[in-house]
Structure formats: structure tokens, C-alpha cells
């Protein structure tokens, strides 16, 4: 599903009840994908010249905070040795 345009990837993981793990940084735009839409948001923020090591790495790190959390309605961010966990946009905060 590489090239499918994020509206719809993301609406195909909403429908199915999918997390989306994502290299893509848009998707880190709670205004516009807001977390409580979805079964989770995974973002990988890879160094710019990533080996697969990185790649591995960011997986350890995520299947690490699957164990310890759920992640649906939230964004996770992943980046170096970091997780970071994003809720929701409230109400209050988008106005």
C-alpha cells in the first residue's frame, strides 16, 4: 500500500481496525489525524541516512511499547531510543 494517498490508507486502517506504523510524517499532524480517530498511529522517525539497523532498532523499540501499553487512540512517535506517546487533540485545544 506504498503509494495509496494517505487519506485513504488511513481510512482503510480506521474501517479494518488497524494500527498504521508509518514513515510518513504527516501522519504525525494530530490536527489533521487526530489519535482518538484510530487504532493507533505509529510514526518511525529514522535518521535521514537510516541503515536497516535503525529500522530494526525503531521495530524493537515498538514491539517493547505494544507490550507495556496499547496504543489504541494515541500517536506513538519513535525516534533514536525514545518512544513518544501523543493523545488525542481535545476539543479545547484545536479551537
Known sequence: MSSTADG?????????????VTLDREFGNRLRY???DYSGVVLLRLPSQAKPQDLQAAVEILIRGLEAAE??????IIRGEQ???YQAISEDESD
Open 71 to 76: 496504543v489504541t487512540g494515541k500517536l506513538w
Open 8 to 20: 485513504l490508507l488511513i481510512d482503510i486502517c480506521r474501517r479494518e481496525g488497524r494500527c498504521l
Open 34 to 36: 487526530n489519535p482518538s
Open 83 to 85: 518512544l513518544l506517546e
